[in-house]
């Protein structure tokens, strides 16, 4: 039996699926990844492009050269703007799927990061911050008014 993955975006315009094993998935702290993920980095999973599939809807897609000289193509739902593929012309047998995208990111088995000259402190959560496991309802002293 074949395992298959799902995803999709935030508003189900698009819907993917991924056939066979997926790969490790790098963070990336550099810029380019910071500004698209709006957040302090982004979480790829590495997947061999034959493996993956839009069953429904379709990507529209932002190409820009990269620190490394090379270019990369951001694809990302035309409705809702969630960023769901990267791929470079560079390594066309692979595709980077946004991790958080995937239906169960739970099966995401980072592997290494990269970029980390660029990172932001921000991005090392650390673990002395106070943990709420769900959102946080009240207010604290240090809110801005
Ligand atoms: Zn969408
Ligand atoms: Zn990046």
Redesign the pocket.
């Known amino acids: 039996m074949k395992d298959t993955f799902t995803g999709g ?6 819907r993917y699926e991924h056939i066979g094993a997926l790969g490790g998935a790098n963070y990336c702290h550099c810029p380019d990844c910071r500004r698209t993920t709006g957040s302090a980095f982004s979480l790829g999973v590495r997947a061999r492009v034959d493996s993956l599939r839009i069953v429904s809807g379709q990507v529209n897609a932002y190409t820009k050269i990269a620190d490394s000289g090379n270019e990369i193509t951001r694809q990302f ?1 035309p ?2 703007g ?1 960023p769901l593929f990267t791929r470079s012309p560079a390594h066309p047998e692979f595709v980077y799927i946004k991790a958080g995208t995937l239906d169960d990111p739970t099966l995401v088995h980072p592997i290494c990061q990269i970029w980390t000259a660029m990172r932001v402190p921000w991005a090392d959560i650390g673990q002395g911050l106070t943990a709420y496991p769900r959102g946080r309802l009240t207010r604290s002293p240090e809110d801005p008014k």
């Open positions: 975006c935030l508003c189900g315009y698009v739902c409705e809702c969630s």
